[in-house]
């Protein structure tokens, strides 16, 4: 007898409890990113100004992105794989955060090096670590190009092609 | 049971009491103004045929303020320029015959304040839109023309552009009276944003010219579904002065399909969570109802054998 | 000093019952909580309310993520940002806007089932009290709530109420602009209310519910006759397997079985609403953003202000505000002013059965009448009522003195 009051009792709290999923499912994309933030998530930018060894910094999706013409004469960041070539020339683009922490790395134009004052990591002008600690080299976004301008956020063939050789980040 | 007649009560004074504050006041507070189906009746009818050939000659000299971009005629202003001379921009006329009435258009054409109802506001000064139809034919000619050139399919939004867009803004669908805000992007040096900021001047100015031409800016139409009731909104667009004696707000002619591809529009901004929620509630109700089952075989379980 | 069990495995029940008393707990708060078995549907709304403030709770987290009390982006961060960007975020405001509305409609009938059982005498004044203050905290909570649209009627609502405080012909200007912090509604208004609406005043009322439980523990919950019962000698009854006999059921699971039952029926409603009705809840003037140089040309409170409102209205502005300030405190005075000393329901109490219904039907009328425009038959309609009312409450003592014994039970 009691246990059949029971019965009842734990069928309805597990139902309240399917409830309570579908409740936190809507609670679950009430956190999600707003539509306008996701929409606000690609960059262009346009690359026929360029100079030759100087650093421009871009934003995209709230962070900074370095964008260097690589100079010739740097040999070695010259023929780095992790360039993206655009209208014949090779430029480094990537997300200026160091892979360490987080800090933002200055560029030293005269030394063709990037140097993090926090904790002192090094990269080339190709973004390679030469210094620890940052353990990998500097993060190219996502990107594609279109003529002389480059779209960050969306996933060109360039893009694809250095993913898969994990060249990336 | 005895249960069910002290629900019966509870249920009875709660209805009197939701009966009294809304429908009842309601219906005290607000004007009645009869719905007459966007017919016109005040307009007679016009019984000339129209001839779709001679409306094009004529539709000539309309180009002289309008574009008519349905057969490749531009706009012969921009829209700031276009306001600073007659108040508001002229709209473009591709879609005229597809969403106006056509016996309010060719009365508009014979006398424009009269059938826009804006007669009071042009005592002193002329309304920028002379006649251009001196009887009915050529009225009527017109009319044809402007049916033959108008699209087939006209979507909400175009509907909404041509007959509220130039004077109403609609901030939530990104649209001003001088069109949709670009997509702009501030110089990361200087974090300016030259661009939108002449775009914004250029409203401004727009905007002055507007309050000039009509006494006011005319409101913001982002959730005037939310703001104003259904019927209130058809019969002020059928009638304005019938709804609000002395309003700058011309009648604008709309056919019934227009006003509907119009009304369309501002609900899917307005209230943009409709199909959303016609998709969720059933669920919810139906969860519901099921829960209240399973609690109702608790409860007779819980108390079978207590009295 | 309490034992400890040094054998009991960490968090077993031994060891949480040396730790927590669990089983005290468990026992005092919900299977050893004697309810009356006498009782209808209408002694589930406490559950009910207790569950819609559950609900306010959780809507309203998530309406505060994205909600920004500024004068010049709320109105926007509510009607766009909440009503089309945010994935639910309507969901969450309907409920929150039809569950503010609905929870009021819950406190009056909660109200009146207390007044029509007597569940205010004999030892349950502070029950009532309590519940008073927690209606006076709602009344807060919903009108600082409904400032924060910053719609027309946010800001009308906020000068007409609090242009009450200059308290009529002492024209205290100076606390009028002290609580709007300027001298019109503005920046400060709007974030000092903020303040009240999602901090300081659930804090006040969760403090009053646990408040409002605890007054009920030692009279116990009112039964549909009033008849006094020996909760022990029931409840020994009912240990004994008495179930039956005993004129107690213990909270859980029986009591519960059928709140929760109640519960479901009232959610099926509420949900109907927020799906299908929700328009009663949102006014329509509060769709045009505040507008300081524009009166909308109908003002009024949400429903469940308008009887008090109306109180207000038919009087010149001194005496206006006396019947105000009479119909917000006379209800806390009610376990004094009923001097009877029976506890029954009002159909077996004479004349206080006339006053109950009078009263119930007066402030429905006062209610009506506070919606429709001052116009006409209505301003007669208002003032007899505002009278009524007035009158009804003066009555109050000399009827309940002059009432008979009711005797027995049934």
Known sequence: MSDRRDFFGKVLGAYAGLGALGALYAAKRTWDPLPSVKAAGFTTIDLSQAQENVLYTEMWRGKPIFVLKVPKQDKKAYEDKRLITVGGDKFFIAIGLCTHLGCIPAYYPDQHKFICACHGGQFDAAGEVLKAPPPSPLVIP???????????????????KLKEAGLVA | MKELKVLAVVVFFTLVTYWGVEPYAHSVMHKHVEFKNFKYEDLKPIAAKGDAAKGQALAAACAGCHSIKAAKMPAPMDPVTASATYGVNPPDLSLAGALLDEKYLAHFLKDPTHTAMVAHKFKNKPY????????????????AYFKSIAPKEVTAKEAYEFACGRCHEMRYAKWTQIGEEPKTKPNIQTKMD?????????????????????GKLPPDLSIIVRARSEDFLKTFVEDPQAQLPGTAMPRVGVNKEGYEKVFQYLEEVGDPSKPKREAVGPWVIGYFILFTFLAYLWYKSQWKGLK | MAHFDPNARPFSHQWLNDRLAVDTLKRVLSTEYWIPKNINFLWAMGMVLAATFGVLLISGIFLLMYYIPDTKQAFDSVNYTIMSEVGYGWLWRHMHGVAASVVFLIIYIHMFTGIYYGSYKRGRELIWLSGMLLFVSFSAEAFSGYMLPWGQMSYWAGMVITNLFSLGSLDFQGLVEWIRGDY???QAFLGRFFMLHVLLMPLIIMALIVLHFGTLRLPHVNNKDGEEIDFEAEAEKW?????????????????????TFVLGVYFIFYFYLVFYHFEFAMDPVNFDPADPLKTPPHIYPEWYFLWSYEILRPFPKDPGLIAFGFAQVIFFLLPFLDRSPNVAPANRRGIFKFWFWILLVDMIVLTVMGKVPPIGIYTTIGTVAAWVFIILWVLLPFITKAEKPVRGHK
């Open chain 1, 142 to 160: 996502p990107f594609t190009v279109k003529g002389k301008k480059v779209v960050l956020g969306e996933a060109g063939p360039e893009y694809k």
């Open chain 2, 128 to 143: 920028p839109m002379p006649p251009m139809a001196t009887d009915d034919q050529s009225a009527a000619d017109l009319v």
């Open chain 2, 194 to 214: 030259e661009e939108k900021l002449k775009f914004q001047e250029k409203l401004a100015q727009y905007k002055d010219h507007l309050v000039k031409y009509l």
């Open chain 3, 184 to 186: 019109v509604p503005g």
């Open chain 3, 239 to 259: 240990k004994a397997g008495k179930r039956k006999e005993a004129k107690v059921i213990p909270f859980n699971p029986v009591f519960l079985s059928k709140d």
